[in-house]
């Protein structure tokens, strides 16, 4: 018997595959079983391999000696005797028994070839068996629960729900937010949802090496002191370094490049058009008149629609941090921007608080050059706390979790939406028992360095979760809400919508492949209760949301589909890849100040600034903090791209095939408008979007 180390092909057409069963006979089973690629996949234990069919099983057959097969990354081949005929093949069932010591085992698939020829059945798996244990997998052409009929497989589509329900249990983290995984850390998790060996090792190894390095600096210039110079952040500038953040460093402080980050940056959907000013920014049209074009006017460029609000209402009141004894501060800035016809989108009015007065200025571009530079950075210290912890962490992360929960717990590995929806889950549990346990909870990174840690970021959260809504999520109707659709240059909009039609398109082709008509939608119950799980527990603390608990039409789903994969994908990208870009400069986008707002314009002083911006200490974190999470992960899985081939029918993979090549054609598109220019926008090229959310 030959084994194999390479990786071969899984996936072939099975012409003999019928309603996912195949009539077999007696006589030799040709079996193929196949070892995860990953570090410790492997296993010396006894795997004993049992075919069950509909007429029968055949003998529980060893599978080779101990120690000798199931290698990392092996296919190895076997055959199986079967005296009576077994009808079709329904279920493949492996048990695993320990030898000596225990040595769990990762198994990628199982095909079976009955005797006689007719095709090549496949069984994914894509599990670990720990323990003396036993698992049976179904052959791999997804079915809807109506399309079974057979008693053995109507009932091992409940008990794997059973047993995943007792496996994966929901708790709230915090009131007034979703709910996730009952894990208090990762080591809690199911080892199906935990990062491999491999990829563990670089999470750890890569945050240790950025503070290690970041410590060595601080050492080197003065631990825990101020800066005396915004040239000194350069001296942080060491190993960690992009060619966007060195751009940065040069023109952080220019208006033009300060409203392109509020386009293109880690935070693209707070900005949004307004006809008229708000009633708590008074601005008036001679206060602004020198930042304008020739020729117009404030009232005339509201008509027009060339005028745009980032309105941080949601920071007022929140609670400050206490970092080493000290109180940090905040600000609920409302900051006007203008388009330009020539400088593109630029600032013109900053009030660094919501009520106007005395000690709340409004700070113009014609100001003192310290006092308008100061103001810019305070919209960008607000910037950091909505980008990390709301656009980035709750508008992604978390809202993510939520459905890899009620996926586990609701719908079996048979049914065609688990299929769809498993490769864009990869590793986000644990990412997210890692965040709430490394980086906001009580003793955590950002209680460290963050002026919202602590009290401030659940406050935050709360807030956030009161006004999220579904259409929110829906990148169509967010530009549409906030009036963004004809802002130039807005490289965010344009890429997320090709992508989020590409993705729509994909998924509606998949959707009809399984569904014919809305009535298999409304009536497949396995759905109704995993969309009833998302919103009643899930979403349930969400009054407004606005996802209804029953799908009725295809349409709906393939929406729901779609924001969901999105999500996990393009919206975490655009909000996570660029992190270390903006934030490594630390003046651009300061975690934290440690002096309140300037409430007298010509009080500012570059001693001010100094005082108010973060620490040696403080700044230090930041650039390893956002260097770790924001940097490619080398394991990293490319949209569109499926290391786990969980369809195995052929109309499925052209489906799959064609999604793929629209991925490529927008790859083109996206490097082909970019070839050239200065600040190229590359966070939304597929290649560089990961299939899940990993970090």
Not at 278 to 300: F, I, W
Not at 487 to 499: G, N, V
Not at 653 to 662: N, S, Y
């Amino acid at each position: 018997m030959e084994k194999k180390s390479l990786l071969e092909p899984v996936w072939k057409m099975f012409s003999s595959v019928e309603n996912g069963c195949t009539e077999m006979g007696e006589g030799d089973y040709k079996v193929r079983v196949a070892t995860g690629t990953s570090e410790y996949s492997g296993t010396n234990n006894y795997i004993y391999l049992t075919l069950v069919g509909e007429r029968g099983e055949s003998e529980r057959t060893l599978l080779d000696n101990p120690g000798l097969d199931f290698c990392r990354g092996a296919v190895d081949e076997y055959q199986v005797t079967c005296s009576a005929p077994l009808g079709r093949l329904l279920l493949v069932r492996l048990e695993k028994q320990r030898y000596w010591v225990e040595d769990n085992w990762f198994c990628r698939y199982v095909t079976v070839e009955p005797p006689g020829g007719g095709g090549e059945l496949s069984f994914p798996c894509y599990r670990w068996l720990i323990g003396d244990v036993k698992v049976e997998m179904r052959e791999g052409t997804a079915r809807r629960e109506s399309e079974d009929s057979l008693p053995q497989l109507l009932a091992h589509r409940k008990a794997e729900l059973q047993e995943r329900q007792k496996t994966y249990r929901w708790v709230a983290w915090a009131p007034g937010i979703p709910k996730c995984i009952d894990a208090k850390t990762e080591s809690e998790l199911h080892q199906d949802v935990r990062f491999d060996n491999e990829k563990r090792s670089d999470f750890e190894g890569s945050l240790q090496y950025a503070l290690l390095e970041l410590s060595l600096k601080k050492l080197a210039i003065r631990f825990g002191k101020s800066w005396d110079d915004l040239d000194d952040f350069k001296r942080i500038f060491w190993k960690l370094r992009s060619p966007i953040a060195e751009y940065c460093m040069e023109h952080w402080k220019e208006d033009w490049f300060f409203g392109y980050q509020c386009m293109n940056g880690s935070n693209p959907r707070m900005i949004r058009r307004v006809r008229e000013l708000p009633k708590n920014l008074p601005v008036s049209g001679d206060m602004v008149q020198g930042s304008m074009a020739p020729r117009t006017s404030l009232e005339k460029e509201l008509t027009a629609g060339n005028i745009y609000l980032l309105d941080y209402s949601i920071m007022e009141g929140v609670p400050t941090n206490v970092i080493r004894g000290q109180r940090q501060h905040i600000a609920a800035p409302l900051c006007l921007l203008y388009q330009h016809p020539d400088q593109g989108l630029i600032p013109i009015a900053i009030q660094l608080g919501q009520t106007p007065g005395l000690d709340t200025p409004v700070f113009l571009a014609r100001d003192p050059p310290l006092a308008w530079l100061l103001a810019k950075m305070w919209v960008r210290h607000a910037e950091f706390q909505v980008f990390q912890l709301l656009s980035h962490l709750l508008r992604t992360h978390l809202v993510v979790e939520v459905f890899c929960v009620a996926t586990l717990r609701q719908l079996p590995a048979v049914h065609p939406i688990y299929k769809l929806l498993a490769p864009h889950q990869r590793y986000t549990l644990e990412i997210n028992c890692r965040g709430r346990t490394q980086l906001i909870s009580a003793d955590g990174i950002f209680k460290r360095v963050v002026s919202t840690g602590g009290e401030g970021l659940l406050v935050l959260a709360q807030r956030e979760y009161q006004v999220l809504t579904y259409e929110s999520l829906q990148p169509r109707r967010d530009f549409l809400e906030r009036g963004v659709t004809q802002l130039r240059d807005y490289h965010y909009r344009e890429h997320s919508m090709l992508l989020w039609d590409a993705i729509h398109s994909f998924v509606e082709e998949m959707v009809r492949v399984y569904y014919q008509t809305d009535s298999d939608v409304l009536q497949d119950s396995e759905l109704q209760n995993w969309i009833q799980e998302v919103v009643q527990e899930g979403f349930g603390e969400i009054p407004t949301f606005g996802l209804p608990g029953v799908l009725q039409t295809r349409e709906e789903l393939v929406t729901l589909l779609s924001v969901v994969i999105f999500t996990s994908t393009t919206q975490h990208a655009a909000t996570n890849n660029g992190q270390f870009d903006w934030c490594a400069w630390v003046p651009n986008t300061p975690c934290t100040m440690r002096q309140p707002a300037p409430t007298d314009k010509d009080a500012v002083t570059m001693a001010l600034i100094m005082d108010t911006l973060p620490d040696i200490s403080q700044s230090c974190v930041e650039m390893a903090i956002t260097w770790h999470l924001g940097r490619a992960q080398p394991d990293a899985v490319p949209l569109g791209q499926y290391t786990e081939e969980y369809f195995t029918e052929g109309r499925a993979r052209e489906v799959i095939d064609k999604f793929r090549q629209e991925l490529k054609d927008i790859e083109k598109h996206i490097l082909s408008q970019n070839e050239g220019a200065e600040l190229p926008y590359l966070f939304l090229l597929p290649s560089r979007i990961e299939n899940s959310i990993t970090i």
